[in-house]
């Protein structure tokens, strides 16, 4: 064999493998996502939400990690999850021994929790390494991404924070869609337990029909003021609809970390028992 061919042939082999891999390897920009995660019971129930969450992935690019905002890690000062192998957390009761056997083992990220902590500078967050992966991200990712093979990681609602704080420290996660993070905001645009209807296929209450279209609106029309609070709207209907706002906090995470230009659709709407309001959103 002629050397020349010999040595091209072997350069052209290694040219073409570092190509495949850079293609493999190139990171793309990630939506902002919102989902109302409802009871945990749908972590093991099957409805148009738990079927609506299956088939959602399909709609996004395979992030690299996932970053998720839920309602249920309430914290004074900002953490971020930085630990290996998180636990599931199984931050309820009262409900059937299945939902607490539900194990959800995503590995964690070191990169990525370090670079929240980096990007944070108005507003610092520390490393936590005592909580893990609570219901209102499992049961969720449970179903989007059932082989638990992306890493996880959790950033704390601080509880000293204002909304206008919450939207900015959103504002300076963004670089992160850039790294193909996922920022999964987990929550509910209506949470009021103490009104939910227990009653199979209860029809939806008007207070929080209301409430939800005045967000759903708001979103749309990128009226910040109305999502801050800020709006004309009824107090009354604001205290009817969040006795607390954790619920509520983690949308704005999801809006925050997005373009002002970015279309924002809704690929979920619906309430269950009544009151809760499973609106979902994706931006970009």
Avoid: C
């Avoid at 040219?15 to 190139?26: F, G, H, M, R």
């Avoid at 249920?72 to 931050?91: N, Q």
């Avoid at 619906?270 to 979902?280: D, E, F, K």
Wanted: aromatic share 8%; no cysteine; net charge neutral.
């Amino acid at each position: 064999m002629d050397r020349r061919i010999f040595i091209g042939g072997v350069l052209g082999g290694i040219v073409s493998t570092l190509i495949l891999k850079n293609a493999e390897s190139k990171v793309v920009r990630m939506p902002t996502v919102f989902l109302g995660h409802g009871s945990p019971m749908n972590a093991i129930e099957k409805n148009s939400f738990t079927d609506f969450l299956n088939n959602f992935p399909k709609d996004l690019p395979k992030p690299v990690a996932i970053l998720a905002i839920s309602a249920h890690w309430e914290t004074k000062g900002s953490k971020v999850l930085k630990i290996e192998k998180p636990k599931t957390i199984h931050d309820f009761g009262g409900f059937p021994a299945p939902l607490f056997q539900v194990q959800y083992p995503a590995p964690g990220s070191f990169k990525v929790a370090d670079r929240v902590m980096e990007l944070a500078k108005l507003h610092p967050v520390e490393a936590d390494s005592s909580w893990g992966l609570d219901h209102g991200t499992w049961s969720v990712l449970k179903h989007m991404y059932p082989n638990a093979d992306i890493p996880v990681l959790q950033l704390s609602l601080n509880q000293n924070m204002t909304f206008e704080d919450h939207l900015s420290l959103a504002r300076e996660l963004k670089p992160l869609r850039d790294e193909g993070v996922l920022i999964l905001g987990s929550g509910n645009i209506t949470h009021n337990l103490r009104r939910v209807v227990w009653e199979e296929n209860a029809k939806p209450v008007d207070w929080a029909v209301e409430f939800d279209l005045l967000i759903k609106n708001a979103l749309l029309k990128r009226d910040t003021n109305v999502l801050l609070g800020k709006g004309p709207e009824n107090k009354s209907l604001w205290n009817m609809a969040h006795p607390s706002l954790e619920h509520y906090l983690p949308l704005l995470y999801a809006y925050g970390a997005s373009d002002e230009k970015e279309k924002i659709a809704f690929p979920f709407e619906g309430m269950q028992m009544g009151s809760l309001s499973m609106r979902s959103l994706i931006i970009g």
